[in-house]
C-alpha cells in the first residue's frame, strides 16, 4: 500500500523558519518524483514544485521559485519543503504527493500539514 | 485566480446526474490529460479520474470524465449524499511548466 504520512501541525510567528516533511512507504521512493501542493484557507489548491529523490533534481512553480526550498534524503524515503522566513500569508495545508515525472499528475497524497503563521 | 475555470457550485438530488465543467487553454486542457481529484471535507485530495476518462481502482463508475478541445466535464450519475465534497479538475500546462488546478467547484446534495 502506498503510503505518505506527512509531519504534524506547526504553529509559527513571521520570520521564523520552518521545515515540514513526507515520507513515503510501500512504492520505490527513488523511482517517483515527489511534488508539494499548497492549499490556502477556504481555498482551492495550488502545484508548488516537485522532487525526484534519487538525484534531488527539483522544478518549481514559477509562482514558488525562490519563496520556499524542495529537498529529500532517499536514505529516509522523506522530502521536505522548507521556508527560510515565513509570512502570514503561508498560511495553509500543505500536502505532499507521488507523481511518476514532472508532468504526469499528482496520484497519492499524504494526508497534509497545516502551517499556522501568527504573530 | 485559477487558469482553470470550475463554476463554484453544483446542486443535485439523490440519484440525479450532475455535470462540472472545467475551461482551460490551449496549452493546458487542449495539449494535456486531464485529471478530476475529489475532496472530501477535512480530508485530502483523492484522485477520481485520470487521463480524461480513466478511473483508479476503486473508483465507482458513477464517475466519468470526458474531454473536447480546451474544456473537460466531470459526470456523477446515480448522485449519493457521500458524494457531497470539492470536485477539482488539473492538467499540466506546457507553456507555464506547471500544474494548473480549476478553483474548485463544490457540490451538494439536496
Known amino acids: 500500500e502506498v503510503r505518505l504520512v506527512q509531519s504534524g501541525p506547526e504553529v509559527k510567528k513571521p520570520g521564523e523558519s520552518l521545515k515540514i516533511s513526507c515520507k513515503g512507504s510501500?512504492?520505490?521512493?527513488?523511482?517517483?518524483?515527489i511534488g508539494w501542493v499548497r492549499q490556502m484557507p477556504g481555498k482551492g489548491l495550488e502545484w508548488m514544485g516537485v522532487?525526484?529523490?534519487?538525484?534531488?533534481?527539483?522544478k518549481y512553480s514559477p509562482s514558488f521559485q525562490g519563496q520556499v526550498t524542495i529537498s529529500a534524503d532517499k536514505s529516509f524515503n522523506t522530502a521536505f519543503l522548507q521556508w527560510n522566513s515565513l509570512k502570514a500569508s503561508d498560511t495553509a495545508i500543505y500536502y505532499c504527493?507521488?507523481?511518476?515525472?514532472?508532468?504526469?499528475?499528482?496520484?497519492?497524497w499524504g494526508q497534509g500539514t497545516l502551517v499556522t503563521v501568527s504573530s | 485566480q485559477s487558469v482553470l475555470t470550475q463554476p463554484p457550485s453544483a446542486s443535485g438530488t439523490p440519484g440525479q446526474r450532475v455535470t462540472i465543467t472545467c475551461s482551460g487553454s490551449s496549452s493546458s486542457i487542449g495539449s494535456n490529460a486531464v485529471n478530476w481529484y475529489q475532496q472530501l471535507p477535512g480530508a485530502a485530495p483523492k484522485l477520481l479520474v485520470y487521463?480524461?476518462?480513466q478511473r483508479p481502482s476503486g473508483v465507482p463508475d458513477r464517475f466519468s470524465g470526458s474531454r473536447s478541445g480546451t474544456s473537460a466535464s466531470l459526470a456523477i450519475s446515480g448522485l449519493q449524499s457521500e458524494d457531497e465534497a470539492y470536485y477539482y479538475c488539473a492538467a499540466w500546462d506546457g507553456s507555464l511548466n506547471t500544474w494548473l488546478f480549476g478553483g474548485g467547484t463544490k457540490l451538494t446534495v439536496l
Open positions: 504527493a507521488t507523481q511518476v515525472t514532472v508532468n504526469s499528475r499528482p496520484h497519492y
Open positions: 510501500g512504492f520505490s521512493f527513488t523511482s517517483s518524483w
Open positions: 522532487i525526484y529523490p534519487r538525484d534531488s533534481d527539483t
Open positions: 487521463n480524461n476518462i
